[in-house]
Nanobody, 122 residues
Framework: QVQLVESGGGLVQAGGSLRLSCAASGRTFSTYGMAWFRQAPGKDREFVAGITKSGANTGYADSVKGRFTISRDNAKNTVYLQMNSLKPEDTAVYYC???????????????WGQGTQVTVSS
């Protein structure tokens, strides 16, 4: 199981930006598809963005399309989520996840980070 650690969360005003990082341990990072999910209080965990093993393909939830960008640097064993034009409704705990393939379903991912809090004020 790959170990994942998120960082970069914090408090930001609406319209601001944050970049989240997810660092992976192990020697097989490039064999995993990666995704970001988020969970707000009282809500189900929802898909935010995904990226395939090589980074050739990406996908986004409609709610973040055009504002968020997922990327990966396999040489650094790290996946990123650049978040621009943040809105209060983006407030949630953000989790990175690794799986055999990339889908929008949490159950398809076998490894998860501990999460990092993102709070967007109005």
């Amino acid at each position: 199981q790959v170990q994942l650690v998120e960082s970069g969360g914090g408090l930001v005003q609406a319209g601001g930006s944050l970049r989240l990082s997810c660092a992976a341990s192990g020697r097989t990072f490039s064999t995993y598809g990666m995704a970001w999910f988020r969970q707000a209080p009282g809500k189900d965990r929802e898909f935010v963005a995904g990226i395939t093993k090589s980074g050739a393909n990406t996908g986004y939830a409609d709610s973040v399309k055009g504002r968020f960008t997922i990327s990966r640097d396999n040489a650094k064993n790290t996946v990123y989520l650049q978040m621009n034009s943040l809105k209060p409704e983006d407030t949630a705990v953000y989790y990175c996840a690794a799986g055999q393939i990339v889908t929008s379903r949490p159950l398809d991912f076998g490894s998860w980070g501990q999460g990092t809090q993102v709070t967007v004020s109005s």
